[in-house]
């Protein structure tokens, strides 16, 4: 499969670099250009290209290795990392399965691609899972051990970077580079290890902007203060933007004005680049939550919609769409998403309480209970209880109620439960015992108006008239009307 570059060189898979990357685009350009046009100077050259920053040309050559071969899967690995970089969810997924289509089982590039890709997805899981492949790999190959360390430094796994560049470093790196990256892995790992209160990643990723072209260097360090001073962030994604307006640069900087509250213009933008750019369907989803957050459920519900045309097997949207349907009030179609959801996903116990809460709002407190029963029998979890207390007191089922509230007060003290209680031994006209919870209400501060106002209930009912009156006045100060 492979065609070494260099006559010295044992590997040139193993061997493209962004030091060496000039040289080796020269050579193949040679190459190429003398009549040699495989699939594998076409995939190396893509390779160079890649480690370069230059997308552009790394895509076309490519795309030309596999229209050579289409089966030459080291390719589909160079497509992958690209878009990967270029941060196209939807193509690196693309090419990250015809990769698995058609590589061996040890092939750890795909492994260390895939682990890159589902991080940057936050699916942690799933790259957890190839993670985990990738270190079970038992070759005697200094790169693949660089690559387990790469996979760890992802993870923020300390001792494993440290153990696996150290392996690698036995095993003699085959150029320079690689030698210096495992250093600096070894070197920050230690720090990390030695003194727990720095972040020897953060370190290394600080150390390693010094080698990227300046778009991404300011890009890394916008990434690197996102979350604790956004307008540096904003300021440094500015600056990559100008240099290189590409899409991932402009997501990044949706991201962080969603982040400031400036939730229209990060609309602005994202549109934009979906308009542009088609492939961008990760978007989809931040134009979701964008939209719920200004509360236009009807626009977030088109973006849902369009998310899962992309992306069926993704429960986490489902989930949001149940929500954004919940907050429509169209609970037909909540149930008709919560049918579909449960027949690809029948292990989610979340779509059982999520039926029990469209039973509750339909006043269908019987079929509710059920299923939050069957829940209680999996879990013995205090909101469940307290929907649990809730159904029981709506049918009149107070002894039951009363018991179920007062198992939620022995694990946990919360308004919303004295609440009920107090509304539970108001009903059964035990009223001293409803005036303790209601004013335990009061104290937790969960109610309310409604606290105030069933509190000047039992008073009137325990004929303290004159601190009814008084205690009336107060749930209309705060909002209280007849109409409610």
């Not at 092939?107 to 899981?125: I, N, P, Q």
């Not at 494993?160 to 085959?174: F, V």
């Not at 996102?226 to 991932?248: E, H, V």
Request: hydrophobic share 40%.
């Amino acid at each position: 499969m492979f065609d070494n570059i260099y006559t010295f060189y044992n590997d040139a898979e193993y061997l493209i670099n962004f030091f060496n990357a000039n040289r080796i685009i020269k050579l193949l350009k040679k190459r190429i250009e003398s009549g040699q046009k495989t699939p594998q100077n076409y995939a190396f050259l893509a390779n160079a290209y890649y480690h370069k920053a230059q997308y552009s040309n790394a895509l076309k050559c490519a795309l030309k290795s596999k229209y050579l071969d289409e089966n030459y899967y080291y390719a589909d690995f160079v497509l992958t990392m690209i878009y990967i970089d270029e941060e196209n969810i939807s193509k690196a997924e693309k090419y990250l399965s015809i990769l698995f289509e058609k590589c061996p089982q040890d092939y750890y590039f795909a492994y260390y691609a895939a682990v890159g890709l589902y991080s940057m997805k936050d699916e942690y899981d799933i790259a957890q899972k190839y993670s985990d492949k990738l270190k079970q790999i038992n070759k005697q190959e200094p790169f693949c051990e660089t690559l387990k360390a790469l996979a760890c430094f992802l993870e923020q796994d300390y001792k494993n970077i440290l153990k696996y560049s150290i392996s690698a470093l036995k095993m003699k790196p085959k150029t320079f580079e690689n030698l210096i990256l495992l250093i600096g892995l070894i070197f920050f790992s230690e720090i990390s290890i030695f003194f727990k209160n720095i972040d020897g990643i953060k370190l290394f990723r600080y150390f390693a902007t010094l080698f990227l072209p300046k778009d991404e260097r300011y890009a890394w360090l916008s990434d690197m203060c996102m979350y604790y001073d956004s307008k540096k962030a904003l300021k440094n994604i500015n600056k990559a933007i100008k240099i290189n307006p590409k899409p991932a640069y402009l997501i990044r900087k949706a991201m962080i004005l969603g982040s400031c509250y400036r939730y229209k213009k990060a609309i602005n933008i994202l549109e934009s680049v979906i308009k542009d750019n088609s492939e961008y369907t990760s978007v989809y989803e931040y134009l979701t939550n964008l939209y719920i957050c200004l509360r236009d459920y009807k626009k977030a519900l088109e973006y849902a919609n369009l998310d899962l045309l992309n992306n069926m097997h993704n429960p986490k949207m489902y989930h949001r769409k149940l929500d954004i349907l919940f907050k429509m009030e169209r609970y037909d179609d909540v149930l008709k998403v919560l049918d579909k959801l449960e027949k690809e996903f029948p292990d989610d116990c979340g779509l059982e309480y999520k039926r029990a809460q469209v039973f509750m709002v339909n006043k269908d407190y019987e079929k509710a209970l059920l299923y939050i029963n069957k829940l209680l029998l999996r879990e013995n979890d205090n909101l469940y209880l307290q929907d649990k207390m809730y159904c029981l007191f709506m049918l009149e089922r107070y002894d039951e109620a009363i018991d179920t509230g007062l198992k939620i007060l022995g694990t946990e003290e919360k308004g919303i439960t004295c609440f009920w209680l107090s509304r539970c031994y108001l009903a059964v006209e035990s009223y001293s015992k409803a005036l303790i919870y209601i004013n335990k209400a009061i104290l937790l501060g969960d109610c309310d108006k409604w606290d105030y106002y069933w509190k000047s209930v039992i008073l009137g009912k325990l004929g303290r008239k004159d601190e009814a009156e008084l205690t009336f006045k107060k749930s209309v100060n705060l909002g209280y009307s007849e109409d409610d």
